[in-house]
């Protein structure tokens, strides 16, 4: 009888919290949507090949048959698509800083004639390597066809008759290879992240949670001067953060800065503000602290991480996730820093992410202050 007893009880406890389960929905996100959304994130984003990258061609032969015939070669892998056609070698450097190629590939114009001299024809890879996993990446496939090629030339020559084709490779923009200019950039998106927009959300839902943000509302201070005079100091502590990692980067690691610094300062300053935006944005959303921290975790850290081309190539993703990484803001601030520090692009060049993360700081504060003044705005 009293284990007949204990197991009703169980049973009704069990379903009165399954009852409660089902009316939260919050608790339901969590323990569906978000896993799913995880797992199909990863799925699509997490891959260590890249296809289809951009390459232009400066084909001094003018269609040569052996030219045309790698040409071919390196377009029916699908691992590369040529988008452009160099006239002069001065104008590989301009074509890069565009940020419309990967690699260019320069054939001189006696390409056909010194395959079948001794010692071969040479063939230059120009690679951009200030993203070094994509370098090295990019740059194994088109030696790895090349290599095919010969070996295609040498089976119809006959044995004995050595490399017709050599490759001369050339790193721009990172000739030593060095990891520190891939995360340098990522890295200051992280902490930009974390002390701006996280802290942010984090401390405006803490004073909305204890009341505290409720009893300024009811002062002579309008909402925007209470929500700006809390994140000014966050604003300046991360802009000092992000001045002494680069700072480090250039230091330590030898990191350059072939660009203008007031341009590498105002693309950060408006990246700040749009990450403080976003903080103040989610807690105008949330409730409570581990609301806002929860939120500031998946909906911020997380794409920073996978959607801005810190970590993997954007080009090598879906047609709809790259969409969505045009919405992430550390994918122009990235963008933006390696355009400026590496390839000492000028600021008047870099008005499309200035613009767009500006745009994204006014908006982001703009909402999110008229919530503040609505949701918090005591009744009368």
């Known amino acids: 009888m009293m284990n007949r007893i ?14 409660h389960i089902l009316r939260e929905r919050r608790t339901l996100v969590m323990l569906f949507a978000i896993p799913l959304a995880l797992v199909l994130l990863f799925g699509y984003v997490i891959s260590t090949d890249v296809d289809r990258t951009p390459v232009a061609v400066l ?51 006696s390409f056909g004639a010194d395959a079948v001299r001794e010692g071969g024809a040479e063939v230059q890879l120009v690679v951009d390597a200030s993203d070094l996993n994509i370098a090295t990446t990019v740059l194994s496939y088109a030696t790895g066809i090349v290599a095919e090629l010969n070996a295609e030339l040498g089976a119809s020559a006959g044995d004995g008759a ?8 050339r790193m721009m923009y990172n000739p030593e290879l060095k990891s520190a200019y891939m ?15 996280m802290m942010t ?22 909402a925007w001067t209470i929500v700006l ?12 953060n992000t001045a002494l990692i680069m700072l480090l980067g250039m230091a330590v690691f030898g990191i ?19 990450a403080i935006g976003l903080g103040i944005l989610i807690s105008a959303l949330v409730k409570t602290q581990q609301s806002a921290l929860t939120s500031s975790l998946l909906g911020l850290l997380l794409p920073t991480m996978l959607l801005s081309g810190f970590i993997f190539p954007i080009s090598n993703m879906p047609a709809v996730l790259q969409w969505l990484c045009r919405v992430v803001p550390a994918t122009w601030l990235i ?41 918090d705005k005591p009744a009368v």
């Open 6 to 19: 204990r197991y009703s009880s169980f049973l009704s406890f069990a379903g009165k919290e399954w009852r």
């Open 59 to 109: 084909d001094a032969s003018h269609g040569d048959p052996l030219a045309r015939r790698l040409m071919q070669k390196l377009q029916a892998a699908d691992r590369f698509r040529i988008v452009d056609e160099i006239r002069r070698e001065a104008d590989i450097d301009a074509t890069f800083k565009k940020g419309a190629i990967r690699m260019a590939i320069v054939i001189p114009a």
């Open 162 to 169: 050595g490399r017709p084709l050599r490759t001369n490779v």
């Open 183 to 197: 995360f340098v950039p990522g890295v200051i998106a992280m902490i930009v992240m974390i002390v701006a927009a």
């Open 201 to 222: 959300s984090v401390t405006l839902a803490r004073e909305k949670e204890t009341g505290t943000l409720r009893l300024l509302t009811v002062s002579p201070l309008k």
């Open 229 to 240: 005079g809390k994140v000014v100091p966050y604003f300046v502590l991360t802009a000092i």
């Open 256 to 274: 350059p800065c072939y660009g203008s610094g007031w341009g590498l300062a105002l693309l950060c300053a408006f990246f700040i503000l749009a």
């Open 335 to 375: 963008e933006g820093i390696k355009g400026v520090m590496f390839m000492g692009r000028p600021t008047t060049e870099l008005w499309l992410p200035i613009t767009v993360l500006g745009a994204m700081a006014v908006l982001w504060i703009g909402l999110a202050l008229g919530l503040f003044a609505r949701r």
